[in-house]
């Protein structure tokens, strides 16, 4: 696609740009193909604005006519209705910002208008910015990524007595979401996986994502088995659970649906591992939101927060009906369960709901968070990521294709990696020294997966990402976080590691709106920022005195 085509006014002087926590600015903007720049002309160090267009969820426009002429049907001029008309363009973006364009011109303004709406939603991934993205200090990696399913099998000397590395995926072709290679049970061979696939949603058979080292029990994850009104059985999906317990007494499921809504997905094939034939399981049921209702949350949470009324009461009732701090409560509660059979009950656990793709990702990461100690470290935690979401196949193009201010209808969107940022924000706040990242990698994180210059969140799999070359022809987020200059600054300079689960309190009174992200373009914020950095600042250099 030539992106000129959809750009009929490049360049405007005289705008006036209004932005949080900014004063209004005069100055020329410039539309590109992924870009809205605006300079500042009036400052002496000319400021500028540049904002990545994918990053736009809505646009508003209005025009008004200043001439005295009546709107677009008086009888003046085509030529006199336009130049004598301003237009106003509001642009609210995925991260939550909220910016306005008053624009001289009414044809200009419309031009600008529909230039933001085409190319803000590109659905073509190859002709998205990460592509285009090529920044002077960094080269395209040879690696993509911080590791793989080879790499991190090899490290864990702990497993090669029991499990395996199986490529029975090499070519995508048992599970299309799965990457080529997967850690199973070393009892099992790939025809029997390749039969149990099928018995699985999607193909997603039980795999290896977390071995405890302090007591060897480990934690796999799938999509529903497949039974349907018929309650059919897989004698090869029976054989590699029995595989993941034996030598054990039993093992766990928690299945992330309610009892109804599992007994209702048989009606459409789905179901439930049956007692019968998987009799040493025992199955809990923790229904957690995903999709559609997840999403209205975040809408009436984002609305919440943009509410100016300052009426208290009206703030209460609109945080409480969002509900988000009940999902928020909800996935770590479910999480602190998975850790509770697998360190303190010393038990396997399956971890499942319909697709397997969303909330089994979720509560399996905060749940390694929990146990881990190595997953607390800045590059500890970027990799638990890159394992559980990003090579697991989490839908990101699907779920983050819109935020909260998006006017299209709801398909598959979803904020389940918002939700995921939060609970570890919950969990960065209750234990300030156990973490060794920072709140800013959060927000960082929390922005990049809807907006990105790199090419980590794009796609729906691994498949898709090597079939459209997103590994040889984009930069990965994750290791430009990892360079000296970055890693140091998302760090937390109060980092003291300790090798005990750190436990997170659910309690109503014990779980807050994460002010940093959801009302981040308020002063209020900004001046909490602007303290928390200066302590920081003030820790590191304590921290330079002490080792001198």
Request: charge should be neutral; hydrophobic fraction near 35%; charged fraction near 25%.
């Amino acid at each position: 696609m030539e992106f000129a085509e959809h750009i009929k006014t490049a360049n405007v002087e005289d705008v006036v740009l209004r932005q949080p926590l900014q004063p209004p600015s005069r100055g020329t903007l410039c539309i590109t193909g992924h870009h809205l720049l605006f300079s500042d002309r009036e400052e002496s160090d000319s400021r500028q604005v540049l904002l990545l267009l994918r990053n736009i969820d809505a646009t508003e426009k209005s025009v008004e006519n200043l001439t005295g002429y009546s709107g677009f049907f008086s009888n003046a001029s085509h030529s006199e209705r336009m130049s004598g008309s301003s237009g106003t363009i509001t642009m609210k973006c995925k991260d939550l910002r909220v910016l306005q364009l008053d624009i001289p011109g009414m044809e200009q303004c419309l031009n600008i208008a529909h230039s933001i709406e085409t190319l803000s939603c590109l659905d073509c991934v190859s002709e998205m910015y990460p592509f285009f993205y090529r920044p002077v200090e960094l080269s395209l990696p040879e690696q993509w990524g911080l590791s793989s399913p080879e790499m991190h099998y090899s490290q864990m000397k702990e497993l090669y007595e029991k499990w395996r590395l199986s490529t029975v995926n090499r070519d995508y072709s048992v599970c299309s979401s799965y990457p080529p290679a997967v850690i199973v049970p070393k009892s099992i061979d790939d025809d029997t996986l390749k039969k149990a696939a099928k018995f699985r949603q999607g193909g997603r058979f039980p795999v290896l994502c977390y071995y405890h080292k302090k007591n060897g029990m480990v934690i796999m994850r799938s999509s529903q088995p497949l039974l349907g009104a018929n309650r059919k059985r897989c004698k090869e999906d029976e054989l590699l659970l029995q595989a993941v317990i034996e030598g054990s007494d039993k093992g766990y499921i928690i299945d992330t649906r309610s009892r109804q809504q599992a007994q209702q997905a048989r009606m459409t094939g789905g179901g439930f591992e049956s007692k019968s034939f998987y009799s040493r399981w025992k199955r809990f049921h923790r229904p957690m939101e995903r999709g559609k209702a997840l999403q209205e949350s975040l809408i009436k949470l984002v609305e919440a927060c943009g509410d100016e009324s300052n009426n208290m009461d009206r703030w209460l009732s609109k945080l409480e009906n969002s509900k988000w701090l009940s999902h928020v409560q909800n996935a770590l509660s479910t999480a602190g369960l998975l850790v509770e059979c697998v360190e303190r009950d010393g038990h396997s656990v399956l971890v499942h709901g319909s697709e397997g793709t969303d909330c089994s990702l979720l509560i399996s990461t905060l749940a390694q968070l929990i146990m881990d100690p190595c997953c607390r470290t800045v590059e500890g935690f970027l990799g638990l990521l890159e394992r559980e979401w990003i090579q697991a196949g989490h839908p990101f193009q699907q779920r983050c294709a819109h935020s909260a201010y998006s006017h299209a209808r709801l398909q598959q969107e979803s904020p389940v990696f918002l939700l995921l940022m939060d609970c570890v924000w919950q969990l960065w706040r209750q234990f300030p020294l156990a973490l060794g990242f920072s709140e800013a990698l959060l927000l960082r994180l929390a922005t990049e997966v809807y907006a990105s210059d790199y090419g980590t969140f794009l796609c729906n799999s691994d498949q898709e990402r090597c079939a459209l070359g997103v590994k040889e022809r984009t930069h990965c987020l994750f290791q430009a976080l990892l360079r000296p200059t970055q890693r140091d600054y998302y760090s937390n300079p109060l980092y003291e590691r300790t090798e005990l689960a750190i436990w997170p309190s659910v309690h109503p009174q014990s779980l807050q709106l994460w002010k940093g992200y959801f009302l981040r373009w308020t002063q209020q914020v900004r001046h909490l920022e602007e303290a928390q950095e200066e302590i920081r600042n003030m820790v590191i250099e304590w921290g330079k005195l002490a080792c001198s």
